[in-house]
């Protein structure tokens, strides 16, 4: 199911309001993008606050290749939502094609465990996986500009969490 940008961000916040957090993923391109969303969560992005849970599921070498190894690639972030998660966590799945076997194993183990997700893809995605789970798709449909415009989409994210979550206490 398409969500709009204001149920995107609506989502995010209720999460954080909830005592939850982001989780985020992807692969190449879309994995320093997971990155990013945290380091700028936890770091700082405009001004000087206090630091914000976040955690990327693609910065850990060790655990990546260990569950790689054991379990095969198609789980190394379905296996770390099953240890990592809190059940008031959201779950963002950068992905430019949204077909990649373990961003399709994490949101199914998502759904397993009923935590909220939503894929972040392009125009192209059409949402047709069989487990009818949400999606936010910019609009785009070349890899490099979805994920350029994945960036200006998460620097929009950390700007309500702030405004948001951070205002609010």
């Known amino acids: 199911m398409k969500i709009s940008r204001k149920e995107l961000f609506t989502q995010i916040v209720n999460a954080y309001k909830n005592g939850g957090s982001i989780i985020s993923c992807g692969n190449g391109g879309s994995a320093t993008q997971s990155n990013h969303l945290a380091e700028e969560l936890v770091g700082r992005y405009k001004k000087d606050r206090r630091p914000i849970r976040a955690l990327s599921l693609t910065g850990d070498a060790a655990i990546i290749t260990c569950i790689a190894n054991d379990y095969g690639y198609e789980n190394i972030f379905s296996r770390q939502i099953e240890c990592m998660a809190n059940k008031n966590d959201i779950l963002l799945c950068f992905s430019t094609s949204g077909k990649s076997n373990n961003i399709i194993n994490v949101i199914k183990k998502a759904k397993e465990i009923k935590l909220e997700n939503i894929l972040i893809t392009g125009e192209n995605y ?16 070349e890899g490099r500009r979805i994920q350029e415009e994945h960036l200006v989409l998460i620097h929009d994210i950390i700007d309500e969490i702030e405004i948001n979550i951070l205002q609010s206490d």
């Open 126 to 141: 059409c949402g047709n996986d069989g487990f009818d789970s949400q999606y936010y798709a910019v609009n785009q449909i």
